[in-house]
């Protein structure tokens, strides 16, 4: 098999007989790893042997469960081509990378816009996930027991609807949540089944939050502020047990948080936003 250059183009072929295959270029994908590309194949995705064009990975709409259980794939980060996915399979222990137990880094397409519940579910070595700033829905546990740990900042704009136990539990390093989007709830928690790992230092929650669960923080006891941007006290039942850090809240707010029976416990821990100091 000989090489024919066609710097020219930025492209470079393989012969195979007399057919030419591109093998680099803006518009071809080569995986990284064999195991992702050997499963894709199985699948029946358009394939000269060597890689894929970005046209066939963005005609792939669904792949169910085709990666789960499989502790041959360490990265996935070409996944971002595959721009006709709009979601990923959840379930428990049914998701779409449930226990790729050696998977380390992936990265979803822009046009993933829903993760279902469980879907990285147990992927123990996962430490970064490219593009979660376009997801718009997570299920409950969809990175549970993933340790993130390449992950400083949470910071998912997109976000809507409720947050789930179990959602980021796995993060034990130190890291910051930004931006939550416009949820409305934090929802499912329990006394030990908490939404975010214990490593977690600071969280801002939107205007829009609504009402969260009992215990919802319990865990995080590394907390040095919480941050609520609603203007209206969401409702809350015992939510902030577990760490003792201040709360801020907006400056016109404070009054209405101290006074809100749900709140009024917290009270010497509510303080005006503009003094936060991070």
């Known amino acids: 098999m000989g090489g024919l250059d066609m710097s020219g183009l930025g492209l470079t072929f393989l012969r195979r007989g007399n057919l030419a295959h591109p093998t680099a270029g803006s518009d071809y994908i080569k995986f990284a790893d064999q195991a992702v590309f050997d499963i894709l194949m199985s699948k029946g995705v358009s394939s000269d042997g060597v890689g894929i064009t970005k046209e066939d990975a963005a005609k792939v709409t669904t792949i169910g469960t085709w990666f789960k259980g499989n502790s041959d794939i360490v990265e996935f980060e070409e996944l971002r081509f595959f721009t006709g996915l709009t979601s990923l399979t959840g379930g428990y222990q049914s998701g779409a990378f449930y226990k790729c137990n050696n998977l380390e880094r992936i990265a979803l397409p822009p046009s993933v816009i ?3 519940g469980y879907a ?5 070595k996962l430490v970064n996930v490219g593009s979660l700033e376009f997801v718009q829905v997570m299920g ?3 990175f549970v027991n993933c340790p ?10 997109s976000l809507t609807g409720s947050l789930y136990k179990r959602n980021f539990n796995g993060m034990k390093h130190s890291y910051i949540v930004d931006n939550l989007g416009a949820i409305t709830k934090i929802t499912g928690t329990q006394y030990n089944d908490n939404v975010f790992g214990n490593g977690l230092t600071v969280v801002v929650l939107p205007p829009s939050i609504e009402s969260i669960s009992s215990y919802a923080f319990n865990q995080n006891t590394k907390l040095q502020a919480i941050i609520s941007e609603a203007a209206t006290p969401p409702t809350i039942s015992n939510s902030f047990t577990g760490p003792t850090c201040p709360i801020y809240v907006p400056d016109t707010s404070v009054d209405a948080y101290k006074a809100n029976s749900g709140w009024s416990g917290y009270a010497s821990r509510i303080k005006p936003l503009s003094e936060y100091q991070g």
Do not use: W, Y
Not at 120 to 124: I, P, R, S, Y
Not at 148 to 157: G, R
């Open 114 to 116: 829903n993760l279902g």
């Open 120 to 124: 990285f579910q147990d992927c123990a």
């Open 140 to 142: 409950e546990g969809t």
């Open 148 to 157: 993130l740990s390449e992950v400083a900042v949470i910071s998912m704009p």
